[in-house]
């Protein structure tokens, strides 16, 4: 396989349970040293979409390739050569670190020098060698995390499929799991995770937005930011900010307003002009006795774009 070559590559996936189609015709493609994320809300379709491209679910239709295995014909072939993290802590509560590492080596088919070599890489690399006596149930969330991304490695797969893995780990573990996340790119791991973190999904090389098991929108961060958003946003400062959101909530141009890091963000209706609005707001405050500062069109974040884009397509 060259560097050209995708270490992911996935044509109109489909998974239907019974009449409910939780993915439907998605394609995913990702290159061997890139971070590919699948961000959606719960209950989008990201998790059923990473087994089946893991092997662990079989399709109902579509291709899958994942390095240079068919994954519809020939999942097990596939085994050694990626690593799975799955959104809940699976190995061995009652085990400790360094006999659940073991465990899973051997389960690999690493023996003798190869298993001792790759175990203290691991203990080593997953900052886990001070907690390897320690019992797996009793390590913090974000350790349990890097022990379950331990055992994904020990084999030294291809391709990494990490589900939801900093769900509910602090931030100072998150940014720490992110940083490895980029060490393992950086050594030619083809990584497909899926996230619901908008701020994670920033780090992510190129993104998928999911919704009801469909794609909506796909493209690095920077190209989805630069997207026209369809409902414009407006940013103010206004010490009188409560007083005022009460009133711009009834004006039929406002589709929400949301306190955002000292300011109010007001997000208008599709089609509405900016200006116009700008004047109802400055007409306001003379009217009402209000002081607000001068309203401008708001960078957009990536949570903005996400919102335009579900909306647009439940339209």
């Given at each position: 396989m060259n560097d050209t070559t995708p270490v992911i590559l996935a044509e109109d996936l489909t998974r239907r349970f019974g009449d409910f189609v939780a993915v439907d015709h998605i394609h995913v493609t990702v290159q061997p040293g890139e971070v590919f994320g699948l961000l959606g809300a719960n209950g989008a379709g990201k998790t059923t979409a990473i087994r089946m491209l893991c092997g662990m679910l079989p399709p109902t239709a579509g291709r899958i390739r994942v390095a240079d295995v068919d994954m519809v014909q020939h999942a097990r072939r596939a085994r050694g050569r990626i690593g799975y993290v799955a959104q809940r802590f699976s190995l061995y509560g009652?085990?400790?670190?360094?006999?659940?590492?073991?465990?899973?080596?051997?389960?690999?088919?690493?023996?003798?020098?190869?298993?001792?070599e790759r175990l203290i890489w691991a203990l080593a690399h997953l900052e886990l060698t001070d907690r390897k006596d320690a019992m797996a149930r009793a390590l913090p969330l974000g350790y349990q995390r890097r022990l379950a991304l331990a055992a994904a490695l020990l084999?030294?797969?291809?391709?990494?499929?990490?589900?939801?893995?900093?769900s509910g780990v602090d931030p100072m573990a998150r940014q720490r799991f992110w940083e490895l996340i980029y060490e393992l790119a950086d050594d030619g791991i083809g990584i497909l995770v899926t996230t619901h973190y908008m701020d994670e999904a920033l780090f992510?090389?190129?993104?998928s937005l999911m919704q009801a098991g469909r794609i909506v929108a796909e493209g690095t961060p920077d190209e989805l930011l630069r997207q026209p958003l369809p409902t414009p946003i407006l940013e103010l400062n206004s010490p009188d900010a409560a007083r005022f959101e009460q009133l711009a909530q009834t004006w039929p141009?406002?589709?929400?307003?949301?306190?955002?890091?000292?300011?109010?963000?007001?997000?208008?209706?599709?089609?509405?002009?900016?200006?116009?609005?700008i004047a109802k707001i400055h007409a306001?405050?003379?009217?009402?006795k209000l002081t607000v500062g001068v309203p401008h069109l708001a960078t957009p974040e990536l949570e903005d774009v996400f919102v335009a884009v579900l909306e647009e397509h439940e339209a």
């Open positions: 009652d085990l400790t670190v360094s006999e659940n590492l073991k465990l899973q080596a051997g389960l690999y088919g690493l023996t003798g020098a190869r298993q001792r084999h030294e797969p291809r391709v990494l499929f990490l589900d939801e893995p900093t992510c090389d190129r993104l141009e406002v589709r929400e307003i949301v306190p955002h890091a000292g300011q109010l963000r007001i997000r208008l209706r599709a089609g509405m002009d900016t200006s116009t609005v306001a405050a003379v009217e009402h």
